[in-house]
């Protein structure tokens, strides 16, 4: 090889990211271990929160399908922004079940929405791109439910 071709080569990504409208890098095309991560997380609260509200007696019925189709939109919104950005619609993985409605199951979602909320705080203090934006609002719907199910489990102390 000589000198010339060495130089073209050298500058091969540039040229590529150029002729690709800037978008080359692998990293862009590939959704982050936190959004899947994120999505799998909603999606064991979204079937938690079914499950609970079968056996839930009528008021906490109510209460727990309203979280649940909450959670569901936020769910959906994700996986959406997964299939426009790899083209390929994520499938979360299975969880445990929960099959019925005790102090116990609820703890587990709310652990569960805690954790994951702190994990976004995180995330949203490291990266104030747009693409986080979703996660924002993920965010914010996980402080609304930790204390919406806080209320629900005080219900069970009184």
């Known amino acids: 090889m000589n000198q010339e071709d060495i130089a073209i080569l050298a500058n091969f990504e540039q040229i590529w990211q150029r002729v690709?409208?800037?978008?080359?890098?692998?990293e862009?095309?590939?959704p982050t271990l936190e959004s899947e991560e994120v999505m799998d997380c909603l999606h064991a609260m979204w079937c938690g929160y079914r499950s609970m509200a079968r056996t839930a007696p009528a008021p906490l019925k109510?209460?727990?399908?309203?979280?649940?189709?909450?959670?569901?939109c936020c769910f959906r919104e994700l996986q959406l922004e997964y299939f426009l950005e790899t083209g390929d619609i994520y499938t979360p993985k299975?969880?445990?079940?929960i099959a019925s409605c005790t102090t116990t199951n609820l703890r587990k979602i709310w652990r569960k929405a805690?954790?994951?909320?702190?994990?976004?705080?995180?995330?949203?203090e490291e990266n104030h791109s747009e693409k986080w934006e979703l996660l924002l609002t993920v965010r914010e719907e996980l402080l609304f439910q930790t204390a919406e199910l806080k209320q629900i489990l005080l219900q069970f102390f009184r």
């Not at 690709?20 to 692998?26: D, K, Q």
């Not at 299975?94 to 079940?97: A, C, N, P, R, V």
């Not at 805690?114 to 949203?124: G, M």
């Open 94 to 97: 299975l969880d445990e079940k």
């Open 62 to 72: 109510r209460r727990l399908f309203e979280l649940a189709r909450r959670i569901k």
């Open 20 to 26: 690709m409208g800037g978008t080359a890098s692998a």
């Open 114 to 124: 805690s954790n994951l909320e702190k994990k976004l705080q995180t995330v949203q």
């Open 28 to 30: 862009q095309a590939t």
